[in-house]
């Protein structure tokens, strides 16, 4: 089940339900990479409540990657109160470090900030024009601190293989 830049409400809606109910104890963690606002961690959170065995939730984490500052907040104010949520403000990546997201402009609001969810705008592929850039961590997922990888779900403008590549021997054990 590794997607990437998975737009389809098909796999989300459909597949997923079925792969929770049906493989109970096997999707326990999973990565939301360009977690972006939080919308889709969402559905996977009332999928996950409506198909795991309730008995489960107590090993479920669903791990969110944001590099763009202004969607951290509205995913830590979401979801980082519940302990089944990791909210990491950092792009993934084959590198751990620091790395340019480059953005056509930044959409202003009242305080000069870019408006939350607009993230899909920004990438971290080398060579992209932009009128901006802002330095993000990265991270690889093979070097992160966690206990297993069950799903994925790579929405990163471009950066998916560098993401994948980040995975390493995690990327076997990835169902």
Known sequence: AMLGSCKSNHIIDELLPKLFKTYQGEFLTIIDGGAGIGDTTATYWDHLKNNLDHTLFDNVQVVCYEPLPENVT????????????????????NINGKASFVIPSRIHNKTGLWEAGTSYSGTLRPGSTSSEKIE????????DDLPRVDF????????????????????????
């Open 74 to 93: 509205v995913l830590r104010s979401g979801f980082g109160s519940q302990r089944q949520f990791v909210i990491k403000d950092a792009a993934l990546s």
């Open 136 to 143: 993000v961590n990265t991270v690889r997922i093979d070097e």
């Open 152 to 175: 994925v779900k790579l929405d990163l403008q471009g950066a998916e293989i560098s993401a994948l590549e980040g995975m390493g021997k995690r990327l076997i054990e990835t169902k």
